[in-house]
């Protein structure tokens, strides 16, 4: 099932943390079993990535490295036993890699190496790249069939604006573990980050309510004006947070029943008590998803309340098959309400990561196009 593939391609290439990233031309990856070689359209750049491979968060993952995450691209080559993708088709290319045969054993692709044995060895000798390339391969169950016609066609949307879909998907994968309804009311905090920013857009596309908590008053009244242009019947709320449990806590309750909370801590902000103060203002048997870094989450209410408490880490693949009937529903704002993408060259990488951690918050993306 392979086509013509070249013999080299492009690709973002890290070897040391000091030397930093370049573009060199490397052998083309080949199909094999259980793969897919993808031709990248736009790959997308996080916040912190410059961070990641300057060294700044100390994760660990082997060298010399293809960087990157998530992408967006078109079938150009499949392995034998392939039987429902094709070539040519444009596809979301996830970045959570799963052992096969040990689900428990996953990583993120070229980012961290994960925690088991297992996960560090499928990094350093079987999915070791990322996505900062030309050419793509990667498995198969982590490729997923965009229709084209339809989001592109008839929603209006750009290939490198679907892209935002690997923010909203980890919002996604939260609201989904604690099993937010429509109707309910969730609180999203921190929502000024890209994170938070795509769990309030998630949270309203599912039918909530949703109250967005965040310290920038400018950036909430941005993420609610925006929040209402795309989704005009939205039911948004903003609270300032002003690191003082009980008051924070009094503001949220001053908006009657609460059901859940979204959190989404950043480390430079782990002993920040908006979390308590959220679990102060829920109902009974509130829930509550834990995605971020947040060290100071034990209140009273969650033992007197029957408080439930959820990590999660990402999302499942079945939250992704979920999400894309969604997007596809046009669940989602279109234009310049579900996202601002900004696109860079390989070569322009320094940039690019610098731009990235910069353009931030609900409805803003940075992703290369190879």
Known sequence: MASNLPAEHRALVLETLEDGFHVKTIPTPQPGPGSAIVHITAAAIISYHREIYNGGRGYNFPKPIVGGISAIGRVAALGPDSTALTPGQLVYVDCVIHSRDNPDDLYLTAIHEGLTEGSKKLIRDVWRNGNWAEYAKVPLENCFALDEQRLCGGLGYSVQDL???????????????????????????????????AGVMTAIAMGARVIAMGRNEKELARLKDLVLKGSPNARIETVKMTGDEMADAAALKAFGTIDAVLDFTPPQASKSPHVKSAIWA????????????????????????????????????ADIVQFIKMLEAGLFPRGANFVDTKVFRLEDWKEALDVAAEHTGIAKLVAFTP
């Open 163 to 197: 892209l935002y879909m690997c923010h909203l998907l980890v919002a996604y994968g939260g609201l989904r573990d604690i099993r937010l309804e429509p109707g309910e009311t969730v609180v999203v905090a921190p929502a000024t980050g890209n994170y938070g920013g």
């Open 282 to 317: 829920l109902r009974r048997g509130g829930r509550v998803s834990l995605m971020g870094w947040n060290e100071a989450v034990m209140a009273p209410p969650v033992i007197g309340r029957d408080i439930k408490l959820n990590g999660k880490l990402m999302y499942e693949r």
